[in-house]
Every structure is written in C-alpha cells, then in structure tokens.
T-cell receptor, first 115, second 113 residues
Framework: AQTVTQSQPEMSVQEAETVTLSCTYDTSENNYYLFWYKQPPSRQMILVIRQEAYKQQNATENRFSVNFQKAAKSFSLKISDSQLGDTAMYFCAFMKRNAGNMLTFGGGTRLMVKP | NAGVTQTPKFRILKIGQSMTLQCAQDMNHNYMYWYRQDPGMGLKLIYYSVGAGITDKGEVPNGYNVSRSTTEDFPLRLELAAPSQTSVYFC????????????FGNGTRLTVT
C-alpha cells in the first residue's frame, strides 16, 4: 500500500512571494503518477499539476512547479508570485500506473496568502 | 457541460437512517469514484467503478454500497447511518484508467447525529 505524507499542516506566505509545500510518499512501485490538488473554500477539488514518475524533468504549470526527487520519494510544490486566490488547502496525491486512476491522498496543507 | 453533479449539497441524518447520495456525469467517462473527506484530512476512496455493471471496494467501503447501472450515474448508498460517517463526500470521474485527470463534483456534506 502507498502512503502520502504532508508534514506541514499550515503555512502562510506574503502576496507576491514564493512558497514551497512538502510532500513525501512511500511506495514499492516504479511506475506511478504524482499530483497536487487545490481545494479552495468552495470545496471544489482542482488539479494543479501532475508529474509522471518516469520523467526526470520537473513539471511546470505557469506559477506552479514541482521538485520531484524519485530516489528520495519527495514531491514538493513551489508557488511563485503568490496570489490571494492561492489561499486553499493543497493535497498531494499518488496514483499507481494502470490501477484504475485510484488516488491516495496526503493529509493536506492549509496555505494562507496574506496581503 | 455540467461535469460531475452531486446531490444533495448538504444533509443531516439521524443515527440508523439510510440515504442515497446521487452522482451523475455527462462526460461519457468510464471510471467513477466515491471519496470521503473527514475534517482536516485528505480524501479516502470508498468505492470505484471502471464501467457500467462493474464496481469494486476502495480503502474504506464498510457501511456503504454502490451500483453502476448506467455510464452516467454512480449512486452511493448509506445503510444504518452512524456518526463515524459524518464527512464530506466527493464523487469523481475520469475518462480512462491511465493518468486521465479526475473531475470532481462539489461534494455533499453529511452530518449524522
């Protein structure tokens, strides 16, 4: 079974600054995907970024980027130029390849962006 | 497109009552899922379905049942509600079993008292 750990229950950052959210996971699988989801107060789950484990290049989506360290089983999310709308819960998630798209989630990090 | 629609948005149940949480998607997705999110926690998989007529248990299936008679609908049934089932329930769907992104509904907040 896979486990996903987010060691930072809460974080805050000033608007326009950069923040990094941590995520570690434990698996014996070699082929898998990793995700970051954002959950604003509206409760909607929004996919932020996705990383395939077989790709060495770190994924980037506009202001969001990841630092994927496969050997260390680490998958951190960096948010650059933080905006007030980035205030949300952020969940790291793991998906084993060819396993029906089932996600294993971490416990989440609550991010507050301060004006 | 409506995407994934969950009803109701909120519900309060008494212990021992039963109810069905509805989920419908209009994207012709084969895969559908039910997750629960306890306060301050991540989501945990209850049941999933890879197509009409096929369902399987996830991580926390006890106390729940599902059916998948059509591609569009994936209702979640709670029998004999218990306080431990107080949670927010999310339905999701995806096109295939690769790494197709999951589309989530807006959730149903259920309180059992």
């Amino acid at each position: 079974a896979q486990t996903v750990t987010q060691s930072q229950p809460e974080m805050s950052v000033q608007e326009a600054e950069t923040v990094t959210l941590s995520c570690t996971y434990d698996t014996s699988e070699n082929n898998y995907y990793l995700f970051w989801y954002k959950q604003p107060p509206s409760r909607q789950m929004i996919l932020v970024i996705r990383q395939e484990a077989y790709k060495q290049q770190n994924a980037t989506e506009n202001r969001f980027s990841v630092n994927f360290q496969k050997a260390a089983k680490s998958f951190s999310l960096k948010i650059s130029d933080s905006q007030l709308g980035d205030t949300a819960m952020y969940f790291c998630a793991f998906m084993k390849r060819n396993a029906g798209n089932m996600l294993t989630f971490g416990g989440g990090t609550r991010l507050m962006v301060k004006p | 497109n409506a995407g994934v629609t969950q009803t109701p948005k909120f519900r309060i149940l008494k212990i021992g009552q039963s109810m069905t949480l509805q989920c419908a998607q209009d994207m012709n997705h084969n895969y559908m899922y039910w997750y629960r999110q306890d306060p301050g926690m991540g989501l945990k998989l209850i049941y999933y379905s890879v197509g009409a007529g096929i369902t399987d248990k996830g991580e926390v299936p006890n106390g729940y049942n599902v059916s998948r008679s059509t591609t569009e609908d994936f209702p979640l049934r709670l029998e004999l509600a218990a306080p431990s089932q107080t949670s927010v329930y999310f339905c999701a769907s995806s096109y295939s079993g690769g790494s197709s992104p999951l589309h989530f509904g807006n959730g149903t907040r259920l309180t059992v008292t």
